[in-house]
């Protein structure tokens, strides 16, 4: 067998092992918490073993299935509010420094604000739908506003100068320059904005919950908590975090499909 | 920036400076009083160490800044067009777009002017023609060695046809074949596209090889100390290997070597 067959095989190797491993793992962590479970006799109202969980996802689907279609759909609406938002103030902020120094700080106050304590005001004041996409847009929107502002001043000096010589108008050094060179970063806020949207709308929904009327994940784990319906709590986490990593996933792919051909981040490690 | 047309024009200057400086808003005087005279055509470089202001002083000319006291006055820019068309600048470094192709990278000044694409890609195909990248127009930078980034940054400088090239130290980062090459195939273009060419280096054996006269700058704050005039029939390895090449490089480092005494001093 020649050299590079010999180093093509070892690469098909450790490509299989990269995934068979973190697989054995799981398994092996799932084996032992269900054995805990069993040989201790640990009532599933105080912890249900991973077995029991599974089939409670199966036999609640319907009632989690909507819950999980509720709830993405704030996170999505509050997510495309943040990255609209975001993108737009960072635009403004970068043409006009008096209106930066004039609102940055209104930005950052909703940023350290934590959502928990906003939640019950925005509750107060807007319909609950709304007050619920509010709290998922406020979590997510900051991330997206600093990074654009970052990417969008981060443009090479040289290349500024460039088209300073040949005469661009504002506008085309917008398009051409500014908003090509800040995509990276534009592409960094979004992808942390997904998993914060989501957060933000669990958090308000939770906020929501006492109030009654939610019909979300997050509300389902609450009023499970209340009824001591710990599978069906189990079951309602464990699609959350599904849909939070599925949510960063495509984030991550559509960063990657967007940015293959040029930047480093998205370049593999052989270029 | 003052402007005379007429009178430039009639003198057959493309350049000229007089008593120019450049003081940053940090209070460092970075440049002059300079007095400077390029004529239309000719190839002249710009010798002398770091930080001396030769990049300080394209870039003045380029229009990028404006002298703190003096007269600049710029033939090319009194064009009809925006100055920008009549006047190209190569940095450094390449400063391509990693986003987008070598193409789009050269069409750059063109698209900025708004020239219907129909019109910008035979003057692109051509740009990249000049420049020996006629292949490689739909790859990305990143694709591309340092010559070929920087002959891609060449051919941007060339689409607008400038009459006056600005280069800043342009081949500093190659490898001594690569930069070799370059400078022929430079030489080549500068004759045949009859341009003005103003060439910053700190190399002693570019600025004798490429240009016909060299300029030598003093420490920063700098100012012209000599001005040596090169004579040679031809420009190539025989030249580079002549005794009057080597005699040219040494009258130019005696020009050059006060500038280094001071904090240069070894």
Redesign the interface.
């Known amino acids: 067998m020649s050299a590079g067959g010999q180093r093509g095989t070892s690469t098909a190797g450790t490509r299989l092992a990269s995934l068979a491993f973190p697989a054995v793992v799981f398994v092996a962590a799932m084996t032992i918490w269900e054995l805990v479970v069993r040989i201790n006799g640990i009532p599933p109202y105080v912890l249900p073993g991973p077995l029991l969980v599974l089939k409670t996802l199966v036999s609640d689907w319907d009632i989690l299935a909507q819950s999980l279609l509720t709830t993405l759909i704030t996170t999505l609406e509050g997510f495309i509010a943040a990255a609209l938002g975001g993108i737009a103030l960072a635009l403004l902020f970068n043409q006009s420094r008096w209106l930066e120094w004039a609102l940055f700080p209104y930005a950052v106050v909703l940023q350290v604000t934590p959502v928990i304590a906003i939640a019950p005001l925005l509750l107060i004041y807007l319909p609950q739908q709304t007050a619920v996409v509010t709290c998922a847009w406020i979590v997510g929107f900051f991330p997206v506003l600093s990074n654009t502002a970052l990417g969008l001043s981060s443009v090479?000096r040289?290349?500024a100068?460039?088209?300073?010589?040949?005469?661009?108008s504002r506008w085309?050094t917008l398009r051409?320059?500014k908003l090509?060179?800040a995509?990276p970063y534009i592409l960094g806020g979004l992808r942390i904005a997904g998993g914060l949207s989501l957060i933000g709308a669990v958090v308000a929904e939770i906020a929501a919950g006492s109030a009654g009327a939610g019909s979300g994940l997050a509300y389902r784990i609450a009023e499970s908590g209340y009824r001591l319906n710990i599978p069906r709590m189990f079951a309602a986490l464990v699609l959350l975090s599904v849909a939070g990593i599925v949510i960063y996933g495509l984030l991550a792919l559509v960063s990657h499909l967007v940015l293959r051909?040029?930047?480093e981040s998205a370049?593999g490690k052989d270029? | 920036m003052s402007s005379s047309p007429s009178s430039e024009r009639a003198a057959g200057l493309a350049v000229r400076m007089r008593g120019v400086t450049k003081v940053y808003d940090s209070g460092v005087a970075a440049l002059g009083p300079i007095d400077l005279a390029v004529r239309t055509g000719e190839f002249v470089s710009l010798l002398g160490p770091s930080g001396c202001g030769k990049s300080t002083a394209l870039?003045l000319i380029?229009?990028?800044a404006s002298p703190s006291s003096g007269s600049l006055d710029v033939a090319a820019s009194t064009s009809t067009t925006?100055?920008?068309?009549r006047?190209g600048?190569v940095?450094q470094?390449p400063?391509l777009?990693?986003?987008?192709s070598v193409r789009d990278n050269v069409g750059?000044?063109l698209?900025?002017?708004h020239v219907p694409a129909v019109e910008a890609r035979p003057r692109i195909d051509a740009a990249l023609a000049q420049v020996g990248l006629a292949d490689f127009a739909d790859a990305?930078?990143?694709e591309l060695s340092g010559g070929m980034k920087m002959r891609a940054s060449l051919a941007r400088a060339l689409v607008?046809r400038p009459d006056i090239l600005l280069m800043d130290e342009p081949f500093a980062a190659l490898d001594e074949i690569t930069r070799f090459r370059l400078n022929d195939d430079l030489l080549a273009l500068w004759r045949s596209l009859n341009m003005t060419v103003l060439f910053v280096t700190h190399s002693v054996f570019e600025s004798v090889y490429l240009s016909q006269r060299v300029l030598v700058m003093t420490a920063r704050p700098g100012r012209l100390s000599a001005e040596i005039g090169i004579e040679a029939e031809t420009r190539d390895d025989a030249f580079r290997a002549s005794a009057a090449y080597a005699e040219y490089c040494r009258r130019v480092s005696d020009a050059l070597a006060p500038a280094y005494t001071g904090v240069h001093a070894l």
């Open positions: 090479d040289n290349l100068g460039l088209f300073q010589l040949y005469g661009a085309q051409h320059l090509p060179a995509l051909r040029w930047h370049l270029n | 870039r380029a229009g990028l925006h100055a920008g068309h006047i600048f940095f470094e400063t777009m990693p986003w987008t750059l000044p698209k900025l002017s990305f930078p990143r607008t």
